[in-house]
């Protein structure tokens, strides 16, 4: 904010769930460029060279958890220039995303504001583009493995009509990604090591900064056995090491079994595998196998998997389930 300031360029914040004015984010001594919107629903002018450019409206999360449509509290003057709104909120229903302040779509583009600029979601989307832009640029920085490529902000350049254009600016430090392989048609570790580090390499060379890398090997194959041996995570992250900053090697193969003549079996082993099957293609089981891990993600404070990585988590399951079994 001071380095802004020394360029005279103005700041406008509402504060989210991470950040409410009754906790810590409001401790900050921010120098007098920085307008921070307070509790309730309230409009500043963006000024430039003495005149009024836009007028901007926002709201702060006076508490952690808001659940209220704060976006129906927002209203344009008719006599701006261009009006921008500023809202930490879960527009459309994002998944993977606490459920605060939710909004629909509609909900924005008929507002009457020119431009929504959202927070909260970490991945940069727009949602709409008429009657009204409605953006989240994402958050500047990846912070886990699971907020990987670019991240950054967007530029929005309004030319006379009133038309915006959007270019995003990568500010990332550092870059995560996830490397996925599979030992399927793979004979020895050699070859598995050398497949990681291509791809580690590739991954690396789109980014001039550190790229940290998460690596998993999933996949039934003759390999599996030796990916069982104590240490094994530590020691291809070791390798992995030499190419990227490594951040884990994850492990979820299966032994080289014949599934299908499994499957036939009347075993517990089969009961099992098919049961892996159904919930990969039944939403409703699904559903229910989401439905029993809510107590144990409202204790550890987790937003809800969404449905790709909920797959992932059960196709893991099953191969690890069906190792164990025939053991």
């Known amino acids: 904010m001071e380095r802004l300031a020394e360029r005279n360029v103005p700041v406008f914040i509402v504060h989210g769930n991470h950040d409410p004015l009754n906790g810590w984010g409001s401790g900050f001594q921010l120098p007098p460029n920085v307008i921070t919107f307070g509790g309730r629903t309230d409009t500043e002018p963006y000024l430039r060279r003495g005149r ?27 006599a ?34 020119n431009y929504w600029a959202l927070g909260h979601v970490h991945t940069r989307s727009v949602l709409a583009a ?25 530029q929005v350049d309004v030319d006379t009509y009133g038309r915006a254009h959007l270019e995003f600016v990568d500010a990332s ?19 598995l090591v050398d ?5 580690a390499r590739q991954e690396a060379s789109s ?25 094994m995570n530590e020691e291809l992250a070791e390798v992995l090491g030499s190419a990227v900053v490594a951040e884990s090697v994850r492990i979820a193969t299966g032994p080289e079994l014949d599934f299908e003549s499994l ?7 089969s009961d099992f595998l098919r049961l892996g099957e159904r919930a990969l293609q039944d939403p409703e089981l699904r559903q229910r196998l989401a439905d029993s891990l809510t107590p144990l993600f409202r204790r550890k404070d987790m937003p809800a998997l969404d449905d790709a990585r909920f797959r992932e988590w059960i196709e893991r399951a099953s191969a690890l389930g069906i190792d164990l079994l025939l053991e």
């Open 207 to 231: 980014f001039e900064g550190p790229t940290v890398a998460r690596c998993t090997i999933r996949g039934n194959g003759p390999l599996h056995r030796d990916l069982q041996r104590d240490e």
């Open 173 to 191: 430090v550092a870059r995560w990604t996830h490397i996925e392989l599979s030992i399927g048609n793979l004979s020895s570790m050699d070859d």
């Open 195 to 199: 497949l990681m580090l291509e791809k």
């Open 130 to 154: 008429e009657p009204a832009m409605v953006v989240y640029p994402g958050n500047t920085q990846g912070r886990n493995p699971r907020e990987t490529g670019p991240r950054g902000c967007y």
């Open 52 to 78: 009024e450019a836009a007028e901007i409206t926002g709201v702060s999360y006076t508490r952690e958890r808001v659940t209220d449509n704060l976006a129906s509290s927002f209203r344009p003057s008719g």
């Open 263 to 269: 499957a036939r079996t009347e075993t517990l082993v």
């Open 80 to 113: 701006a220039p261009y009006s921008i709104a500023v809202l930490h909120a879960n527009v459309g229903r994002q998944s993977g995303h606490a459920d605060y302040a939710p909004a629909a779509v509609g909900d924005l583009t008929s507002a009457g504001f």
